[in-house]
């Protein structure tokens, strides 16, 4: 039986929370705002979502760990 590692920096998995948060609010507020025809601000949350989802590109540390364990299931082809 194996002992998960410990994660190197707890506030990290906070701060992933906050970016996924950040993201699924950015989205849905344009598209309220497109809904209300308000253009500027819908284009504006828009393009902060676009941004919010290259974060991950400009900072690595923001993508997932993938565990040990997601990979034990799958056979190897």
């Known amino acids: 039986m194996s002992i998960p590692a410990a994660d190197p920096a707890p506030g990290l998995k906070l701060l992933r929370f906050g970016v996924r948060l950040l993201r699924v609010s950015a989205s849905t507020v ?3 705002a497109l ?3 308000q253009w500027i601000a819908g284009a504006l949350f828009a ?3 676009l ?3 290259g974060a991950p590109l400009v900072f690595p540390q923001l993508e997932p760990v993938p565990s040990a364990d997601a990979d ?3 056979p190897d082809r």
Do not use: K
Request: glycine residues 6%.
């Open 30 to 32: 344009a598209v309220f």
């Open 35 to 37: 809904l209300r025809q």
């Open 47 to 49: 393009l902060a979502w």
């Open 51 to 53: 941004l919010i989802l």
């Open 72 to 74: 034990a299931g799958t």
